[in-house]
């Protein structure tokens, strides 16, 4: 069964930086590009970042580009998503995603809840 | 960046009726290599979104035959068949042709 748990998620102060992981099992994580997507509250879902299957190519949207990096580790099934400087508006469920070669979400995590206020 | 509209915003569907939901893109989606880059969602209430339809059309492992999905270049439908009370949340597009990757602003089903 594929898993996707996402945690490191919670309250944290404007300004401040947090870091989110994901372990993955129940497919070869190697082998699958990895996002990370989230939803503030009562809203609609945004893409946040993409990691190669490497790790050695990442892409952001301009509203995190600069503040967030996304990593992984291959040899612990994991990712992860730094988060620097962090505002109000990136208050959000933040969810780990599996993206097939064919590019698609094949895979969505739980979701960790990630609230920046003071 | 592309732009994703999806219509309507809310749908309200009989048990047993069809709905259709329309994806539009500001750009087409169609990569030179000859594959579109739509894909379809289902984000139930309180749950992770889960793929439902892949690259238009195809439907995803495990997801019922009363999905389909239409469309070509910058105009998209999901239909579903024979509404199901299991079927009421919101509904996204999003497309992969391009970074930013953008979703649609999500389409929610309602049983009446």
């Known amino acids: 069964e594929v898993q996707l748990v996402e945690s490191g998620g919670g309250l944290v102060q404007p300004g401040r930086s947090l870091k989110l992981s994901c372990a993955a099992s129940?497919?070869?994580?190697?082998?699958?590009?990895m996002a990370w997507v989230r939803q503030a509250p009562k809203k609609g879902l945004e893409w946040v970042a993409t990691?190669?299957?490497?790790?050695?190519?990442?892409y952001y949207p301009d509203s995190v580009k600069g503040r967030f990096t996304i990593s992984r580790d291959n040899a612990k099934s994991s990712l992860y998503l730094q988060m620097n400087s962090l505002k109000s508006e990136d208050t959000a469920t933040y969810y780990c995603?599996?993206?097939?070669?064919?590019?698609?979400?094949?895979?969505w995590g739980q979701g960790t809840l990630v609230t920046v206020s003071s | 960046d592309i732009m994703m509209t999806q219509s309507p915003l809310s749908v309200a569907v009989t048990p047993g009726e069809s709905a259709s939901i329309s994806c539009r893109s500001s750009k087409s989606l169609l990569h030179s290599n000859g594959i579109t880059y739509l894909s379809w969602y289902l984000q139930r209430p309180e749950k992770s979104p889960q793929l439902l339809i892949y690259q238009i059309s195809n439907l995803a492992s495990g997801v019922s035959g009363r999905f389909s999905g239409s469309g070509s270049g910058t105009d998209f439908t999901l239909k579903i068949s024979r509404v199901e009370t299991e079927d009421v949340g919101i509904y996204y597009c999003?497309?992969?042709?391009?970074?930013?990757?953008?979703f649609g602003s999500g389409t929610k089903l309602e049983i009446k």
């Open positions: 129940g497919f070869t994580f190697s082998n699958y590009y």
């Open positions: 999003v497309q992969f042709l391009e970074v930013p990757l953008t």
């Open positions: 995603a599996g993206i097939t070669t064919a590019n698609w979400f094949a895979y």
């Open positions: 990691i190669s299957t490497s790790g050695s190519r990442t």
